[in-house]
């Protein structure tokens, strides 16, 4: 059964810093994986995806990394901003398995 | 990106009550949709699976008798919550998939169960 870990599960840093959010899974046999984000009360906004046969994936300021063999990712969060405070879910599968979420990392930006 | 939505997106209702949650692809045709359920401060988990014109497949440890899910349609999928009780209060989440992709997911539905 698949497991999907994530740490740290809270963070608080101030404006500005950079950051990186790890996730790992016990099953690499998986179709991709996705980085959500959450605000309290509301329902997921994708971030982004990366198929298994890719490394990385880009968006604005934010990165993401597979490594599929290892069974780890990473959400790098570049020149952070208040607004980035949610709760960010990694979520691995896909295919007609549907997704394993991990526990999520609540994520705090001090002004 | 492609669109779900889903209707109520809240809900209050009597412990014994039945609840009807719909699910809809607007903008694609969905080959299989989805069904999470989120408690408090908890993450996702997997409810079922459907695919059009077929049976639900249920996670282990979700009733498939309490929850009813229907398939009927490419765009349609429903969730009915029957004789809910309150520890059914919960945020039940669903999304679409059209091509073992990426999955989209529709904006939530929040149960109360008094």
């Known amino acids: 059964k698949q497991e999907v870990t994530q740490i740290p599960a809270a963070l608080s840093v101030p404006e500005g810093e950079n950051l990186v959010l790890n996730c790992s899974f016990t099953?690499?046999?998986?179709?991709?994986l996705q980085w959500f984000r959450q605000d309290p009360g509301k329902g997921l906004t994708s971030l982004l995806l990366?198929?298994?046969?890719?490394r990385e994936q880009t968006s604005g300021r934010l990165n993401a990394s597979l490594d599929k063999s290892s069974g780890r990712s990473t959400l790098y969060i570049a020149a952070s901003q208040p607004g980035d405070s949610a709760t960010y879910l990694c979520?691995?599968?896909?295919?007609?398995?549907?997704?394993?979420f991990g526990k999520g990392t609540h994520l705090i930006i001090q002004p | 990106g492609a669109v779900v939505s889903q209707h109520p997106s809240r809900v209050i209702c009597k412990s014994g009550t039945s609840v009807k949650i719909e699910c809809r692809s607007l903008?694609?045709?969905?080959?299989?949709m989805f069904w999470y359920r989120q408690f408090p401060k908890k993450s996702l988990m997997l409810m079922a699976t459907?695919?059009?014109?077929?049976?639900?497949?249920?996670e282990q440890g979700v009733e498939k008798d309490k929850f009813l899910i229907n398939h009927a349609s490419l765009t349609l999928s429903t969730l009915t919550v029957t004789s809910a009780h309150p520890e059914d209060s919960s945020f039940y989440i669903c999304?679409?998939?059209?091509?073992?992709?990426?999955?989209?997911f529709g904006p939530g539905t929040r149960l109360t169960v008094l």
């Open positions: 979520a691995v599968g896909g295919g007609a398995d549907g997704l394993t």
């Open positions: 099953d690499s046999a998986i179709y991709n």
């Open positions: 990366i198929q298994s046969s890719q």
């Open positions: 903008d694609f045709q969905a080959t299989t």
């Open positions: 459907s695919n059009e014109g077929s049976k639900a497949t249920y």
């Open positions: 999304s679409g998939d059209f091509s073992y992709n990426e999955q989209f």
